[in-house]
């Protein structure tokens, strides 16, 4: 008892340092990664979930007899506005409504025959390409089926 | 040259009181003592009321006042938004938990009799808070919009209509209109989240500020014992030794609230019908249950008088009682002193057994 008591004191330093630096180790790792399990949850939560999104459904756009040639209207696609053309030759183009610059809503310009976005002043032909001002890329082009009176829109089906 | 960690310490030196803050802390001595353990719990109300703070504000991010959306926006949380679940049932487990221990700490200070001179604004600033986190727990209370938080906030606000004169001004301030409604909702939203944390954050700055301006009570039973321990055993120094300790209460607290919301998390119940029927077994929280029990046992009519008026000024009396406790507390012109503690036996006793008793009657 005496003797392991003396060779204690003898010689602390070598044999306790290590073993508090371990004992610290363990306890911060713990520490860390509770901390971590605590904020995992916070930061998913701040991450709002996504919505159902549309999928392969058809949404009405719009009855044939609400639009003349050179005209055009907005329609809700899933939760995001859809654009309807009727061309001057009368051909139905749908296509996304939201520009692809900064998101504004874009509007067909009857005068110009081409889709604007008054936000920045962006261009898109009715193919939905881009074509002056500082949209990046085109607008997303759907499907149209026009079944009996109804014009119906979805997205375009992958080859 | 010095390091960019001295130039930037410097710089704050001079703008900022970072070293008195410093000296002040390390100056800082909390007593210890048989019962120093008590000391603890006002700790854990406010660590209970930072997570209240937290979850509250995560809640905000997807919550939406209104009679049409209040109730699906919190069904949202509960079942779409990741992890919102225990949010929200951290939020209401911590809310229970927070009121009992704003209620254990406020027995341990007038147990200990900590309430005395100099400290009595410290006690009246606990007690209006005792107050506001029962509001707190009230206004919260309707904001998922179901059938039992609608019935709960009826009942509730039809209470304050009884007493005279102010009695509908009031019904009609609280519920924003006659019946419980949207306008009902809105009002406690503005409450819950506006009002109630702008005066808690006043009254918690007061309580903190006369806690570290007076420091820490000796119980005055303990007061010789205390004394004759030798100078370096009757104190710790607040920072680092108490902090610490109050740190692993707050880490185990906080790993108890995640299991409780993770075992049993907070229902939703069925969404607020004003013209359905009150459902059977329909009680408020269990902190509001003993007043509860208590106006259902009352008679209709107890010596002429209105037996819930009679209810009401009883609870009336004894939260006047609490609010001025410390200058009742006196020697003379007789000595209050073994009654204060007697009586709040008797009301701690009355409490517990009216909340097992409203608990467990139909």
């Known amino acids: 008892m005496h003797s ?20 610290n180790i363990l306890l911060g790792t713990g520490l ?14 701040l991450v709002p979930p996504k919505l159902p999104d549309l999928g392969g459904d058809a949404v009405l756009a719009a009855k044939t007899s609400e639009l003349k040639p050179n005209t055009a209207k907005t329609f809700r696609f899933g939760t995001r506005p859809g654009l309807l053309v009727q061309t001057a030759a009368g051909e139905y183009r749908a296509l996304s409504a939201t520009c692809t610059h900064l998101g504004c809503t874009v509007q067909y310009r009857p005068d110009l025959r081409e889709i604007w976005c008054a936000c920045h002043n962006g261009m898109y032909d009715l193919n939905g390409r881009n074509i002056s001002g500082p949209p990046p890329r085109p607008l997303e082009a ?18 | ?42 700790g854990m109300t406010l660590f209970l009321f930072g997570v209240q703070v937290l979850t509250g504000a995560l809640l905000l991010l997807y919550y939406r006042p209104g009679a049409d959306e209040a109730f699906e926006s919190v069904q949202f949380i509960m079942t779409q938004v990741h992890f919102g679940w225990l949010i929200r049932s951290v939020h209401s487990w911590s809310a229970n938990l927070l009121i009992f221990m704003a209620f254990a700490h406020l027995f341990s200070v007038l147990f200990l009799r900590s309430y005395r001179k100099p400290r009595e604004l410290t006690w009246v600033s606990g007690i209006l808070l005792l107050f506001l986190m029962l509001g707190f727990g009230f206004s919260g209370y309707l904001l998922p919009w179901n059938t039992l938080s609608y019935f709960a906030t ?35 939203f503005g409450f819950h989240v506006a009002i109630f944390p702008a005066i808690a954050t006043l009254l918690i700055g007061l309580h903190l500020a006369l806690i570290q301006w007076f420091g820490m009570s000796i119980p005055p039973a303990l007061e010789v014992e205390w004394q004759s321990l030798a100078p370096e055993k009757r104190e710790v120094r607040f920072f680092p030794n108490f902090v610490l300790r109050e740190l692993m209460a707050w880490y ?18 069925v969404k607020a ?17 003993f007043m509860f029990q208590t106006l259902k046992l009352i008679p209709a009519k107890v010596l002429g008088m209105d037996g819930e008026m009679l209810g009401i000024l009883a609870f009336g009396l004894v939260g006047a009682v609490a609010l001025l406790l410390p200058f009742l ?24 057994v009216m909340t097992v008793y409203g608990w467990v009657a139909k």
């Not at chain 1, 204690?8 to 004992?23: K, S, W, Y």
């Not at chain 2, 960019?4 to 030196?13: E, G, N, Q, Y």
């Not at chain 2, 609230?257 to 119940?269: D, E, K, N, S």
């Open chain 2, 1 to 42: 040259m010095a390091s960019p960690a001295s130039t930037i310490r410097k710089w704050l030196d001079e703008r900022f009181p970072l070293d008195d803050i410093k000296a002040l802390a390390e100056k800082k001595k909390v007593p210890v003592h048989r019962y120093s353990h008590w000391y603890f719990l006002g």
């Open chain 1, 4 to 23: 392991a008591s003396s060779a204690n004191t003898a010689g602390p330093e070598p044999r306790n340092l290590p073993r508090r630096r371990f004992v």
């Open chain 2, 154 to 188: 009826k009942v509730g606000t039809e209470i304050p209509a009884q007493i005279p004169v102010i009695g509908r001004p009031t019904l009609l301030f609280l519920r924003g209109g006659e019946d419980i409604t949207g306008s009902t909702l809105t009002r406690m």
């Open chain 2, 252 to 269: 185990v607290a906080l790993g108890l609230l995640g299991a409780l919301a993770a075992l049993f998390p907070w229902g939703l119940g």
């Open chain 2, 273 to 289: 019908d004003p013209f359905a029927s009150a459902p059977a077994g329909i009680k408020p929280e269990w902190y509001f249950l």
């Open chain 2, 329 to 352: 507390d006196r020697a003379k012109p007789f000595n209050t002193r073994r009654w204060i503690s007697g009586l709040a036996c008797v009301f701690l006793g009355y409490m517990a």
């Open chain 1, 32 to 45: 860390v990664a509770s901390v971590a399990s605590f904020l995992y949850p916070i930061l998913r939560y």
């Open chain 1, 142 to 159: 759907f499907d149209v089926q026009v079944r009996g009176d109804d014009i119906l829109v979805r997205r375009k089906q992958e080859a």
